[in-house]
């Protein structure tokens, strides 16, 4: 992923973060790690939504210990 291609992609995936559907919103979560790396200016946008869903406590919402990060 380049930096460019991240800083594209950062505002639909912090939409995806509220997606209906527990896998959107779990592979997003993943997926934001990755734009982090490479377009830090995307955490202004998107780290409060993030730290949201990752302490929400529904069931369906992924948690930081489901999530497998690319390396």
Request: proline share 8%.
């Amino acid at each position: 992923m380049t930096a460019d291609l991240a800083r594209d992609l950062s505002p639909e995936l912090v939409g995806m973060l509220n997606h209906s559907r527990p896998h959107i919103r779990k592979r997003a979560v993943a997926a934001m790690y990755r734009v982090f790396q490479k377009y830090p200016d995307a955490l202004r946008h998107g780290i409060g939504r993030l730290q949201e869903k990752l302490e929400d406590s529904d069931p369906g919402q992924p948690k930081l210990d489901d999530i497998k990060l690319p390396v």
